[in-house]
């Protein structure tokens, strides 16, 4: 993927969101937090689970079977696990989690089942005044293929409970669907990240990092891929809210099969950050930032593009707000022949009807082409509404709707994947949340 400046995150996603107001005694089963837990010095160890049934319209069929065999509609049930463990103190933070999840397919002739395993590791440490490093690792076994998570979604709503590409996100109850699946095809993928920060002065500091991706199909090895970059980053916070950055960074994507041209990638960066609240609107954030990309091929003209993204978030009564987020990026996805240039629109509702009722509704849009040979057609949809009641303080029922589909040009994928789908699933379950550990450091 392109190597993209981290600041733009921060400033695309409206992370106070997770920390407005006192969501009640029921926040954390929601995956929800007050706002005077942010930054609190803090042991815990926590652990999520979820089951539930799903009617789909769209139940693929498992891996191996004849390529005409048709998707189906069907129930199917599944459920997930995991633990989480964190430690933050003032010189010294680090998150550890993992678990499984298990789905059953009641497929004619005959059912199927999957399992998946993820985990997921972080640490940041305070070396001096002057210099921080951060480490970040993720591994994950599935025996899906989908690409949704990067191609037509942009940043993620930090209130979303259960991301569906990473039901591993502390603090969010577990989904137990894959809704994004676009084929069974056994994968693994392992991310990692090291970062060493260098604060120059009060207002400005220096990231330099390393980063490795490999993603691999059990069963189809040409097609894997492995990414190795790195990246310099200069930032300038000129006034609250407002800066500008300097970037440089190269990436090269390295593909199996050996009648596929690898690719390099490139950041020549310098452009402005602004996250600032409207004066003329109370809790209301306006964020936007740019950057730029250049792909490199044997054979082909660079290829340049102008980058970057703009966020309007609308934060309101105790625990409620509303986003609209547009993204433009480029990046290069596992089991595609070349590098995506798109276009994502997305927009968000949520909170909290009252202490024990929880909503949130996310949709989005994306466009894109090819980066090389220019081929459009590349479209996604996507729909997601969720209600949850609290019956307990660890325990919650919820009802779930969730509609996507995608169009992508013929001979774009590597894999076997189909070329369109559209699919709706109706789902409903459990989520249970277990603090088993937790000590607090009181404010001296």
């Known amino acids: 993927m392109i190597i993209r400046v981290g600041l733009a995150v921060a400033l695309l996603t409206p992370a106070a969101a997770m920390a407005q107001g006192n969501p009640g005694p029921y926040g954390k089963l929601f995956g929800r937090a007050p706002a005077s837990s942010a930054g609190q010095e803090h042991t815990t160890v926590e652990i999520r689970s979820s089951i539930g049934a799903n009617y789909d319209d769209t139940l693929l069929a498992p891996e191996g079977s004849p390529a005409d065999t048709p998707t189906q509609r069907g129930v199917s049930g599944e459920g997930t696990a995991f633990v989480n463990m964190e430690h933050r103190s003032s010189m010294f933070t680090a998150n550890l989690s993992g678990g499984a999840g298990r789905g059953e397919y009641f497929t004619q002739p005959t ?13 940041n440490a305070k070396l001096s005044t002057r ?18 998570s990067d191609f037509g979604r942009g940043p993620l709503d930090p209130t979303f409970p259960g991301n569906p590409d990473n039901p591993v996100n502390p603090g969010k109850a577990p989904v137990p669907y894959s809704g994004y699946a676009t084929q069974m095809l056994e994968n693994e993928m392992v991310d990692a990240t090291a970062t060493l920060t260098t604060r120059i002065t009060e207002k400005s500091s220096l990231d330099l990092s390393v980063s490795r991706h490999q993603t691999q199909f059990s069963q189809q090895p040409a097609d894997d891929v492995v990414i190795n970059g790195y990246r310099a980053n200069w930032q300038w ?19 199996q099969s050996p009648d596929r041209f690898d690719y390099d990638s490139a950041l020549i960066d310098a452009g402005i950050d ?24 044997d054979g082909a003209e660079n290829e340049f593009r102008v980058n970057g993204g703009v966020s309007l978030a609308k934060f309101f009564r105790r625990t409620w707000h509303t986003a609209v987020q547009w993204n433009r990026d480029t990046s290069f996805l596992a089991g595609f022949y070349e590098p995506l240039n798109t276009d994502t629109l997305s927009a968000s509702l949520g909170g909290m009807f009252s202490k024990r009722l929880n909503f949130v509704v996310i949709g989005s849009a994306a466009r894109g082409e090819s980066t090389f040979s220019h081929t459009s057609g590349y479209e996604t949809l996507n729909a997601n509404a969720r209600l949850s009641l609290a019956l307990g303080r660890h325990v919650s029922v ?44 009181q404010d001296q």
């Open 111 to 123: 059912s199927y089942g999957t399992t998946q395993w993820f985990a997921n590791a972080s640490v």
């Open 131 to 148: 210099f921080d490093a951060q480490a970040t690792a993720r591994y994950s076994h599935s025996p899906s293929y989908q690409f949704f």
């Open 237 to 255: 916070q000129l006034a609250r809210g407002f800066g500008v950055h300097a970037a440089y960074g190269q990436e090269h994507v390295d593909l």
């Open 274 to 297: 602004f996250s600032k609240a409207f004066s003329v609107a109370r809790r209301t954030t306006l964020g936007f930032h740019t950057t730029t990309s250049i792909m490199k091929r």
């Open 398 to 441: 919820y009802a779930s709707y969730f509609a996507y589909s995608y169009e992508v040009p013929a001979n774009a994928f590597t894999v076997p994947v189909p070329g369109q789908m559209a699919r709706q699933v109706i789902a409903a379950g459990l989520n249970f949340y277990i603090p088993v550990y937790k000590k607090v450091r």
